[in-house]
């Protein structure tokens, strides 16, 4: 059997330690629009938490968060219990502390049990709606109790884990890591969803992924403040109102570094001490550390080259708190998705000229790649050696669209060195572009390279998914949408100016419904929304009323 007539079920997987908030909820929503099964583990993991820590304390309400994941489209609960997770109390960094063990109460309503019957046990933990557990083996820990006392642990990178939080909070990251690498080795998601919340942790286990050739994307997810700037936190509950005002200065310190970063300020010596002074002025704050890290090697920064991430800890009372902003000079990215015919890359093309941003044409990118194909001598088929030669080529694009659609080819494209702006417009290259875009490998390699470009930003992209895959964290994101009606008349109008036969209303509205049902339901990049994106019904806008609008946002 191939890989492509396997069924796909799609898992996304949200770890959490429960008490959930409107931060967990974000984490879920993302998952569900991007998988068939979302699963939602809730396990407060006594690895990470130090001897004097709040592990007895922390919040645990399993049934109210039951209720949450139910009306947010959950389908399966995984809430094991310590045992369950082969994490028994013996190993645990807080256990370093006697009376914690002593006073440790059974997490879940979990009880010791032998171990045949800790599966049983592990199953009246996972709550699934409807019957998608069916879709995945419980079976998370099958060990015999002596075999429990000296698991294996993760153990990530020192230097990530001697900054930031990795400081006061030693055994931390190792307890977070080994617990991730159990639940994605149980669960087996295809993307799991972490929070910006925790950036070190977001980042710790990007690179775990990473080093540990882990099939699965790590999807990082922003920050959800509450209306006063106060990041959502299971730990908020532990702050009196006073405290809970008070907090809010954590974020006004971090605000205000990113107003002067906006005005050019790259100093970490700055920027720190812009927070540090904020700080200063309410003084029920202990601040623990304010530090300027880079977001993904969270190496510590003395200027910000591109991306700095500024995170701070303090303490309210007996409450942690930790909060951060990216700060980033990258341009802006514009991804504009929506289905076919509604103007998108009419739209695209011209907003890029006007904000002088560079358009990414990846209908030419895929030009590019079947011409090299063609060129090569390969039939359009032959995957596994379109897979080799796709993985080794590089395609340029440079130069602005012109402002007609059908001259694109004033944008410069060239693979591997040679130009062949004016070849991939043939009509060799148009009759097959579409099965070479089709293959799955094609496809990841290209979005490799989109990506590439977005690094540093300054791109006008459309697509079906560009902001929800390609670049989820494009700052501007835009559905552009028609109905079906208007994008028949646009179509129908369309021809009659190219001099074609005319096709009837009819026909063509059935044409683009189909066309819009094979899109949204399509293995391979299927046209969705994303969350943030801003919609703009286009029926009675003017191309150029759409193009002013979308400028307007963008200098917003
Ligand atoms: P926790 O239950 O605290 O372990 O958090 C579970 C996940 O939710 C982590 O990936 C956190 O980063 C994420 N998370 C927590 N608070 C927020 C928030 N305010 N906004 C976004 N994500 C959050």
Known sequence: MTGESLPEVSIGLVPTMGSLHAGHLSLIQKARQENKLVVVSIFVNPLQFGPTEDFQ????????????????GVDVIFAPSVEEMGVGRQQSAASRQPSAVSSQKAEGGSQKTEDGSQMLELEAQTISFGDASRFWNTQADTKSPSAQSSPTQVIPPEPMTSVLCGRSR???????????????????????????????????????????????????????????????????????????????????????AAQVFRAGERSADVLINMVKTELQS???????????????????????????????????????????????????????????????????RQVAQVLDLLYLDTGAMYRALTWLVLQSGLAVDDEPSIAELVSQCEIELSGQPTLMEKQATSISVSINGQDVTQEIRSLEVTSNVSAIAAQPIVRKELVRQQRRYGKNGGIVIDGRDIGTYVFPDAELKLFLTASVQERARRRQQDLKNQGKDEISLDELEQSIYDRDLKDSTRALAPLRQA?????????????????DWIVRLYRE
């Open 170 to 256: 030693s055994g931390h990251f190792q307890g977070v890591a080994t617990i991730v690498t159990k639940l994605l080795s149980i669960v087996q998601p295809q993307r799991a969803y972490f929070g910006q919340k925790d950036a070190q942790q977001l980042a710790i286990i990007q690179r775990l992924v990473e080093d540990l050739n882990l099939p699965v994307a790590i999807v990082g997810c922003p920050i959800v403040r509450e209306p006063s700037g106060l990041a959502y936190s299971s730990r908020n509950q532990y702050l009196t109102p006073e405290q809970r005002a008070q907090a809010i200065v954590l974020y006004r310190g971090l605000s205000q």
């Open 531 to 547: 969350e943030d994106a801003i919609e703009i019904q286009t029926d009675n806008l003017s191309i150029v009323e759409v193009v």
């Open 57 to 72: 304390q922390y919040p645990r309400m399993l049934e109210q968060d039951q209720a949450l994941c139910e009306q947010a």
């Open 282 to 348: 309410v003084s029920t704050i202990d601040p623990e550390y304010i530090e300027l890290v880079h977001p993904s090697t969270l190496e510590p920064l003395e200027m910000i080259e591109e991306t700095g991430l500024l995170a701070i800890a303090g303490r309210i009372g007996s409450t942690r708190l930790i909060d951060n902003i990216l700060l980033s000079s990258r341009k802006p990215i514009v991804a504009i998705d929506g289905p076919a015919g509604a103007g998108k890359s009419t739209v695209a």
